[in-house]
């Protein structure tokens, strides 16, 4: 059985920085693209971060420059480091994976694998 276990949320001031971890189960690592989604309060699910299977990545307008999305094979875990948060940034945090790069970046619906989420609180 396939899992997506996110870890790494907090409460962080306005500036910080946080790591999330997403590690996986059941073998999908090597075949699978993977993603991270955000949900604030209000809002729908929206893309903060992709990478494939050869490294290539996507981020949202508001993820650039701020957010690195990165993968370790060794650890079947996939990382999404967070710089300079906002306020804006808070919101639970979806660890994604998908057997199609462009589902995971475009088709949040037909996604395969969602974990359970990590809530990260920026403070001002």
């Known amino acids: 059985q396939v899992h997506l276990v996110e870890s790494g949320g907090g409460l962080v001031q306005r500036g910080g920085s946080l790591r999330l971890s997403c590690a996986t189960s059941?073998?999908?690592?090597?075949?699978?693209?993977m993603g991270w989604y955000r949900q604030a309060p209000g809002s729908e699910r929206e893309l903060v971060a992709v990478?494939?299977?050869?490294?290539?990545?996507t981020y949202a307008e508001s993820a650039k420059g701020r957010f690195t999305i990165s993968r370790d094979t060794a650890k079947n875990t996939v990382y999404l480091q967070m710089n300079s948060l906002k306020t804006e940034d808070t919101a639970v945090y979806y660890c994604v994976a998908d057997r199609s790069y462009g589902t995971v970046v475009t088709v949040k619906g037909d996604i395969d694998l969602w974990g359970q989420g990590t809530l990260v609180t920026v403070s001002s």
């Open positions: 990478i494939g299977k050869n490294g290539s990545t």
């Open positions: 059941g073998g999908i690592f090597g075949s699978y693209a």
